[in-house]
């Protein structure tokens, strides 16, 4: 079993926004959670070695069902059936806020997180993939990710984010991914072994 500590990029952790979230029409929501939120977020936090991947979902029957799936996979018998699937759960923490997810890191780590947004969009603090990985890999600072769900987090929230990542470049003009999808890219671009 590995040991949390020694992970390579323990300076790194994910958020997940369920809240707040904006519809089409940019007013806040809640989203709602998926069983593929845990897993595939979950395996690359894992495969990337970050330190921990944060749900945030205010909704009490929500975090029920998400619970409930972390308690089985940490269990003796959710362990048997699915080791890796047990190792990889480990990572993830379930909280009310964003600010809970500060105050854990700070708790944890003993400073605040610099805050990196994630977006479709540029915005005058938009920094580079080259750029956030090298001040990764200087271990100097820890760094916290932040993804949104259903139309991207709200301006007033990403407006007080210490930076934003650079949207997610394919081949063309079309750069709509689902979370799962852009989390995967993003710690494979800042994190991998074999990135260009």
């Known amino acids: 079993m590995y040991n949390k500590k020694f992970m390579i990029n323990q300076n790194v952790f994910v958020a997940l ?60 018998e959710g362990m048997r ?12 923490k379930l909280c009310y806020t964003f600010e809970e997810v500060l105050e854990d890191i700070q708790l944890s780590r003993g400073r605040s997180p ?33 993804f949104g769900t259903g139309y991207g987090i709200p301006p007033s929230l990403i407006g007080t984010f210490d930076h934003i990542l650079e949207p997610i470049q394919g081949a063309g003009d079309w750069n709509h991914f689902s979370v799962r999808n852009a989390v995967a890219i993003v710690l494979d671009r800042l994190l991998s072994r074999n990135r260009c």
């Open 17 to 76: 926004l369920h809240y707040p979230a904006m519809d089409r029409e940019g007013r806040n929501i809640i989203t709602s959670f998926t069983t593929m939120d845990l897993h595939d977020i979950a395996r690359p936090a894992r495969a990337y070695e970050i330190n921990t991947y944060y749900i945030v979902q205010p909704v009490d029957g929500q975090r029920l069902i998400i619970k409930k799936q972390i308690d089985y996979w940490l269990s003796e």
């Open 81 to 92: 059936r699915n080791p890796t699937r047990n190792e990889v759960v480990r990572l993830v």
């Open 114 to 146: 610099v805050i990196v947004g994630t977006d479709a969009r540029k915005y005058p603090n938009t920094v580079s993939y080259r750029w956030l990985s090298e001040e990764i890999e200087k271990r100097e600072r820890d760094f916290l990710l932040v």
